[in-house]
Structures are given as C-alpha cells and as structure tokens.
C-alpha cells in the first residue's frame, strides 16, 4: 500500500473533488519521520532485541521511534519474527486498527521465509497479512539492523529511494581460486523412522549400584503384582516401571503418590507407528521428601493408536491438566476425565493439521547436501 | 422522604453475542452463557499486551475480583518438538535454543547434555566451566530481562531502562565470547565450539563487580521502590502445598518455600564444585517471587567469579570425539572445533534408548526427554518441557481471588514468556 505520510494527510471533498491539505507536504512529512511509534506486538523472540533497540544500548528514541502499547494510538508495526497461525489473525486486527498513515518493519528471517521454522505448520509468513515496508535479516537482527530499517521507512516517507544505507563488500566470485571438489560429509539425513518397530526405553545402564532404588522397584513390584510387565533401575537416581496396560496407570499413581512423589515433571507421547502403538511416558518426582528429591520415577505404557485412551491424573496431580490438554492437541490421546478434552489449546483452529505430532504426517525436510567449506 | 420499595424486572436480553464465535474463545459455550446471565462478567486480556510475547487470558469477573483466570495459549506454538524430527541431532542446537533466546545457552546446555548421556561422550573440565559461565551469564541476562518486563507492567520505565541497559553488558559479554549476542550456540555435543581468550574471561570477572554495584544502585530505584513494594505485596500469594500441586518450578517454586534447584539436587557440568546458596523466600507472593530473582542475580555473579578463577587449562572437546581428527589436526582442534564440526558431528548417530535431563533454566526446571531409534541421525522425538509451560497452572491460580488491577503485578512476577511456553 502506497499510502505513506504525505498524500494522507488531507481531507478530500467528495463532492467536489478537491484535496485540502492540512499541512504543507514538507512539514507533515518531517513530522512523520520523526515521530514512527510502533505499536507492542512482540510475535516472537526477536523481541528481545527489539527491546534492546528501545534501551539505553540504543536508544532509537533518538530517531523518534518509541514503542506504544495500544494499536490506536500508533502509526507503525515491528513485526518481531515469526508469525503463527493464531497470531496472524491478531496481527491484522491490530494492523487495521492502526490511523493511517502507517507502516510495517518486518523483522528476522522468521518474519520473511520462516527461518528456522521454515517447515513448520503453525507459522505464516508476514507478507501474506500485512503490507511490509522494510525488511529487516537476522536471526535475530542487530539493534543496529533494525535503526537500519527505521531510517529506511523514514526515507520512504520523505520520498526519496528507499535503499539500505551500508553498502555489502564485494568482490568478484569468478576470481577466486576453484576450490578443491569437496566430498560431502557422511549421509546428511538418514530417517529410518519406517523401519522402527519398537524402541527399548528402559535400557538398564551397566552396573549402576543404587540400593533406595531397588527398594523401590521390589516396592512397587509388589504393590502392583502383574500389573508391572518390568521394573528396573535405569541408572542412579532413574527409576523405569512399565505397566502392561493404561488400566493399571491410575494404581501405579496413587501409589507412587503414596510413597511422596508429588508433581508430574513430564507427560510425554512415542508414536510407534508400526507397532501401532503410543507409548505414554509419565515422569514423576518429589519436592517434600529429601530423599526422593534427585529420583526421576518413569512410568511406562502402550495404548492402542486407532482408540488412544488413557484416565487422566489431574485429581491428583493438578500441574499436569495443561500437558495432558497439549498432549490432546498433538497426538490426540483422550484423557479421560479431563474436562477439557475435545477442544484446542495450543493449536489455532485453522491449522490444516489435526494431531500434527502423529508419524503419518510428514513435514518437508531438509534432505539435502550440506557442503562444508 | 420515604420511597417505597418495589421490584422492578428489566428486560435484558440473554442471547450471546455473535462476537463470541468469531474470538475464538477457547472456552466452553455454556460457560459463557453462565456467565452471561449471572452478575460475573468475562474480561479478555490479550493477546496484545505489554507483555513479553503474546497469549490471551479470559478472566472471570465477580465485581473487579478475579473468579477464573483461563489461558488461551499457542500464540507462539511453532512446533519444535515436530521439527526435531526432521534435524540432525547438531542441527537442533539452534532450533531448541530458539523459545527462550534470551537464555539460548542454557537451553543448548540442557539438549546437549541428552545427547551426550546417551551417546556416553565425555565432556573436558574446561569445557565444563564455559558452560557454567555461559550459563550464569544467561540467567543474569534473563533475570534482567524479567526484570525490565516487569517494570514495563508495572508502568516503571526507568526500571525497564536499567533492565535491559545491564543486559547489554551480559549480550556484549556472550558477543565475546562466542560472537553471536543472544543465539550463541556455542554448547555443542562433548564441549563447546572453541576456547575463550583469557583476556575476554578476565573482563567477564571484572564485570561481574559492575553489574553488582549497579544492581544495589537498582535496589533503590526500582527494586525496594516503594511503589513496586506496595503493588507486589501480598498479592498473587501461593502456599507452599499449593505451589507443589500446581507444579510451580525454579525461582517461583523457591518463592513458596521450597528448596529445590536442579543445580544442586541433580548436579550436572561442574556446579557441585562451586560454592553457592539457593535463595528461598516463604511468602509466595509476587515480590518475594521478584526479590529471589534478584537475589538469583548475586548467585550467579558469584558462581561466574568462581568459575573463572577455577578454571582448569586443557581442551574444550572431548576425547571420544577428538579420537576421530587425524592425529596432525588435533591439536589446533582440540581448541577450535571449526572446520571439523560438521565432519565429527554430522553423522552422529545415538544408541537407541531414552535420556531426560533436567536442567535448570533461569525460569526453572527444563526438561528434555531424547528418544533415539539406534538408525537415524535425527532423534525420534524430542519432548521439551520449558519452565513457563510449568508456571503457566501455577500463573492461573496465583491470580484468582486477587483484583484485575494486581494483574499486571501478577503476570510481571512469574516472568512468564510466551514464546517458551509454547515453544
Ligand atoms: S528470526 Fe530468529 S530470533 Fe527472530 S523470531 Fe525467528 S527464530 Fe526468533
């Protein structure tokens, strides 16, 4: 959009069809130029240099550049890297809301191409939402990139050629020496998750002498009979329990409860595609017992991929709701007794994916040679 | 003058607003219509807002008195856990350290030290101790990070001023030592890429005295302030249990009273050799859980002087790799790793088996699960548990019974940061 300070700055009698002007042109645009207040939409984490920009490091206030929190009140976006699905629509609803005249500051290789993101399916790319002005590149961008790219829109505003203002070194490519034919390192990616049948998670370390753990192994053995398909000590301080089936989950729990662990570290999900299995893993550890503090207790089990349904702990285990509501997101195991279940917490409504964490949906990969200079 | 009382019923209409569907508000319809006839009402804070990073919170009203604070994060799920699958394992260096860049050395550190547990790589004690300076130096720069937030919540500008005015000195620092600012990437499997002049690690020591200075300076300014006192007060106070059951970690679970830092009860690289304290306070409140972040702060300053007058001479690779440099290299890259980084780690392929490692973040404990299936050069699934997805339950409940207008206090003193939370 072509409208920068100048031309909007008048009111136009319809009618009629006669611009007025309410400023001379030199005047709006020099006020323009130094009064760029973009407002504070953090996207991401090229944020963190946009706040140096703002502090006394750099201080782009010297170029009239001052961040405000409300979208009413500015004329400017810093979109500070990547931009998701779900903050797309939030980019816009602040970009629309802004009085023009107005401009946008692409920042970090997220906001053009993606970045690191590249093949990510909840990232968008900005310039398929808002009209950018000026480019910034980094990952993240200098504080000095981004005064770049504010001197830029202020050349764009004053109506002169708007071209970066440092000027690469170059020489000349067809000089150079040939280099001699480099031999590309060993197979860059090799991704055999097809072949994968099972993983074994609980590899026993070798001799590892941990007398509190195997008490604990014989006491949940025990307590649990059958239920425990295996029970070892993977390695000091690490305990490893498989269960035979996610019925028993609720039993190993309490009475892992019981004996003081009393938060849940991690939920996690290995989607064994070819066994046609989840395997849940559940990490539990102590803060009150001294004893216990440093032991990591790993419970393991299989659930069926095509009915992935596992009780939910949160009666016990509060801390745990919002990873087994993530987990529900990326894999689509249900909880059972989770309130939530059914609905997205993470992922945007619109994301073109449903479970995107399953090993049937493949993302694109960067396959490729990697050559070493 | 007597008014007699009589009942009046007004007509208001019940039906929801159309606007409902188009928020996309994550809760549930009935919830909404509950509210909707009753005298709460629901208040949408975000995504934009002066935060750092964006998510939405839908409060539930009763007067200005929060009844039920429910988040609607995801504003910055960029899928790294997926992403890793499609890495090399070196490759994912970069992308895990990418949601909370502010302290990317310790997030390195803690995927860093998956691999190496199972792939059984030594890492030298001179490598060792760059990390641990690495990371203090990360959780410094953090710690003022949240601190400057903070103020920006607070409406204290000149708190955000020396937040991230001290921070340039930790970013000029990290530049020095590694030559990126924020996204360093300098831990590597077995050691760190290259060595540290001494030079640069005797202005590091020299600097930690300045920072400290500065930060008693910012004692009086912002920290005992007493406008920041009266507004973090006793507000957003979470007991020791209730902390516990909501699964708080870090500096806001040491706030409730809880002694417990993965750097001490889980020691990894060289931190049972220094000496240090935890700090803990026991009011649970939004200043105390401010104040051990400060007192965090001279921690890690101590630690680094420590660290740098500790540290041994020798290489910063590992033996199990440096046995793979034809033997005229090794010397030079014993010291430098490049050249050779992506011949010696490129094809690194990991036994199959599972490692978790706890690390801990400058916003509490980080977890890393690394599955490997013993034949790719990527991991099978990489699970990654940052602090703030932790303190997001914990954040929640801190704010229910408290008055909209302590939330900015509230959100300020949990250092929540979006982007790790959904990483
Ligand atoms: S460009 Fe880099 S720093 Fe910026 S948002 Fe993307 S990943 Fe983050």
Same mark, same amino acid.
């Given at each position: 959009?072509?409208?920068? =300070? ?20 030199s ?5 323009t ?8 939409? +953090? ?30 009140q ?8 990547? +931009? ?5 629509k ?6 629309? #809301? ?14 053009m ?13 900005v ?28 050349? $764009?505003?004053?109506?002169?050629e ?7 070194? #170059? ?10 034919? #480099? ?7 090799r ?5 994968? $049948? @099972? ?17 604990? +192994? ?45 938060? +849940? ?10 066994? =046609? ?43 745990? @709701? ?26 945007d ?5 449903k ?19 | 003058?007597?008014?007699?009382e009589r ?32 005298d709460?009402? !629901?208040? !949408? ?5 002066? /935060? ?70 030594? &890492?030298?004690? *001179? ?25 920006v ?13 001290? *921070? ?45 200075k500065?930060?008693?300076e !910012? ?30 970690v ?7 009273? &809880?002694?417990y ?21 026991d ?51 014993a ?22 490692? !706890?690390?801990?973040?400058?916003r ?36 229910? /019974?408290?008055?909209l ?6 959100y300020?003193?949990w ?9």
């Amino acid at each position: 959009m072509g409208d920068t =300070g100048v031309n909007t700055l008048k009111i136009t009698l319809k009618s009629i069809g006669i611009d007025i002007k309410l400023l001379p042109d030199s005047w709006a645009s020099w006020g323009t130029k130094f009064s760029i207040w973009p407002a504070h939409l +953090v996207t991401a984490c090229c944020g963190v240099e946009f706040a140096h920009t703002s502090a006394p490091g750099y201080d782009a206030e010297r170029w009239g550049f001052l961040p405000i929190f409300g979208p009413r009140q500015t004329n400017a976006i810093v979109i500070e890297g990547t +931009v998701t699905r779900k903050m797309a629509k939030v980019v816009k609803v602040a970009y629309e #809301q802004m009085p023009y005249p107005k401009f946008v500051i692409a920042m970090g290789s997220c906001a053009m191409e993606g970045g690191v993101f590249w093949n990510s399916y909840h990232v968008v790319r900005v310039s398929d939402i808002v009209p950018v002005d000026a480019w910034v590149m980094g990952c993240p961008p200098t504080p000095e990139a981004v005064i770049r790219a504010i001197r830029m829109v202020q050349d $764009k505003i004053e109506g002169k050629e708007v071209k970066p203002n440092i000027r690469p070194s #170059q020489f000349d490519l067809t000089k150079l020496k040939p280099d001699k034919p #480099q031999r590309p390192p060993n197979p860059p990616h090799r991704i055999e998750f097809e072949l994968i $049948k @099972d993983i074994n998670v609980c590899k026993p370390m070798p001799n590892v002498k941990w007398e509190l753990g195997q008490k604990l +192994v014989d006491g949940f053995k025990s307590t649990l009979g059958n239920g425990v398909k295996n029970a070892v000590v993977r390695n000091v301080n690490d305990l490893c329990i498989t269960l035979d089936s996610a019925g028993r989950l609720r039993e190993a729990v309490e009475s892992a409860f019981k004996l003081g662990f009393d938060h +849940v570290k991690s939920i996690n999900v290995i989607d064994l595609i070819n066994a =046609g299995v989840f395997r849940m893993e559940y990490v539990l550890g102590s803060y009150m017992n001294k004893e216990l503090m440093p032991v990591l207790l790993t419970i393991y089990f299989d659930v069926p991929r095509d009915e992935a349904k596992v009780p939910s702990i949160i009666d016990l285990y509060p801390g745990a @709701d919002y990873q087994e509501r993530e987990l529900y997101d990326l894999f689509g195991v249900w909880f059972e007794g989770n309130p939530w279940m059914g609905s997205n917490f993470l992922l945007d409504p619109d994301t073109p994916v449903k479970y995107p964490l399953r090993k049937e949906y493949r993302i694109p990969s960067l396959k490729g040679v990697v050559v070493e200079r | 003058m007597v008014m007699s009382e009589r009942e009046v019923s007004i007509n208001v209409p019940v039906e929801l607003p159309t606007e409902v569907k188009s928020l996309f508000l994550p809760i549930p319809k009935n919830m909404v219509e509950e509210v909707y006839r009753s005298d709460e009402y !629901l208040v !949408l804070i975000g995504p934009a807002h002066p /935060g750092s990073g964006h998510m939405r919170i839908i409060l539930r009203l009763k007067g200005d008195y929060i009844v039920e604070a429910i988040p609607d994060p995801g504003y910055v799920h960029r899928a790294v856990e997926k992403l890793a699958e499609t890495r090399l394992f070196v490759h994912n260096i970069p992308l895990v350290e990418r949601p909370t860049i502010a302290e990317s050395s310790i997030m390195d550190h803690g995927y860093v030290r998956a691999i190496e547990e199972l792939g059984q790589l030594d &890492v030298p004690p *001179r490598a060792q101790y760059l990390r641990v300076i690495m990371d203090e130096l990360s959780r410094i720069g953090d710690h003022l990070y949240d601190t400057g937030i903070l103020a920006v919540f607070l409406g204290h500008s000149t708190g955000y001023m020396w937040g991230f005015g001290l *921070r340039e000195f930790i970013v000029d620092a990290l530049a020095r030592m590694t030559g990126a600012r924020i996204t360093v990437s300098f831990v590597i499997p077995s050691g760190v890429r290259w060595d540290v002049h001494p030079d640069t690690l005797r202005y590091i020591y020299n600097m930690t005295f300045f920072i400290e200075k500065k930060i008693d300076e !910012l004692g009086t300014i912002f920290t005992k302030n007493p406008v920041t006192v009266s507004r973090m007060k006793s507000v957003g106070v979470l007991t020791k249990d209730e902390c516990i059951r909501f699964g708080a970690v870090g500096p806001f679970l040491r706030a409730c009273g &809880v002694e417990y830092d993965n750097r001490k009860v889980r020691p990894y690289a060289v931190y049972d050799q220094l000496e240090w304290e935890v700090p803990v306070a026991d009011e649970g409140d939004a200043y105390s859980r401010f104040l051990v972040r400060v007192e965090e702060i001279r921690q890690s300053l101590n630690i680094i002087r420590q660290a740098v007058k500790n540290i041994p001479e020798g290489p910063v690779i590992g033996s199990k790799l440096m046995a793979r440099v034809p033997p005229k290299e090794r010397e030079r890259v014993a010291k430098d790793i490049r050249n050779y980084l992506f011949r010696l780690l490129i094809g690194l392929t990991l036994p199959e088996g599972e490692a978790t490692t !706890l690390t801990e973040a400058a916003r509490g404990t980080l977890l890393y699960s690394l599955v490997s299936d013993g034949k790719s050069n990527v991991p099978y699934r990489l699970r990654m548990i940052t602090p703030s997805w932790y303190n997001l339950r914990p954040f929640m409940e801190s704010l229910k /019974g408290y008055r909209l207008m302590d939330l900015p206090a509230i959100y300020g003193s949990w250092g929540y940061f979006p982007p790790e939370a959904d990483r």
